[in-house]
């Protein structure tokens, strides 16, 4: 099996062209108690393929809803989402899970792993579900733990990692589906210094092998990594 980090995972009738994200007109409000926040006004933002973005702004500013549209989290009230040259707006749940199993690798703030589960556990169970066969499961999670530094924690549980080591596990769990598109939420938020610069620097790894990344944070140093970066305020992409 090739160790390679990057990506070919392209939709029927998607060409190299097509951008790996376009969004058109993004709209969306959440009820309040006081008055409806507006998270999204009309956006528009596309990246292309193999690209490593980083999307700044201060808290509330929008962009988490931004990357959770996008990965069909949540629903959009006015505007299209497509990834991968598909129309991810308007879907229903099951097809938005199995499009986000074989598409989209999610890398959350704090981790979200299953604690009493091995870390090669935490990856084989992903890929069985997006339709692997176990054995091949296995033979990814081992390859992407290894290349990750993690090769000699199989058998541990994510509780006895270091928070950087977590992190690492947790973008190995995103791509053991071979995604087109890594989305990563505050992915250095929960670690100290040094636990960020190693998530960082396997991001420009994964850049570098092709794969194509949304990275949100509100720290310039972080957005530094990424090959470009834009500001949202109040719901809007500064120019």
């Known amino acids: 099996m090739s160790t390679d980090l990057s990506t070919e995972n392209l939709s029927p009738g998607e060409s190299a062209e097509t951008p790996a994200v376009r969004v058109r007109g993004a709209r969306r409000t959440f009820e309040a108690e006081l008055a409806p926040v507006r998270a999204l006004r009309g956006v528009d933002f596309d990246v292309a393929k193999g690209e490593f973005v980083a999307v700044m702004g201060p ?117 053991v589906n071979q995604p087109s598109l890594l989305l990563a939420d505050e992915p250095t938020g929960a670690l100290d210094s040094e636990g960020g610069l190693e998530v960082l620097e396997l991001f420009r790894r994964l850049h570098e092998d092709g794969q194509t990344i949304v990275m949100v944070t509100h720290a310039a140093e972080v957005a530094a990594g990424a090959s470009r970066s834009i500001r949202m305020r109040d719901g809007r992409i500064e120019s």
């Open 59 to 175: 808290s509330g500013c929008g962009k988490s809803t931004l990357l959770n549209v996008i990965a069909g989290l949540d629903g959009v009230d006015d505007g299209t989402i497509e990834v991968a040259g598909e129309r991810v707006d308007g879907r229903d749940e099951d097809w938005l899970a199995r499009f986000r199993r074989h598409h989209i690798g999610f890398v959350f703030q704090f981790f979200n792993l299953l604690d009493g589960v091995s870390a090669l556990d935490n990856l084989v169970l992903p890929g069985v579900l997006g339709g692997m066969k176990r054995r091949a499961a296995e033979a990814r999670a081992r390859d992407l733990l290894d290349l990750l530094g993690l090769g000699d924690r199989l058998q541990q549980v994510p509780a006895v990692l270091s928070g950087g080591q977590r992190q690492r596990l947790a973008i190995a769990r995103a791509l």
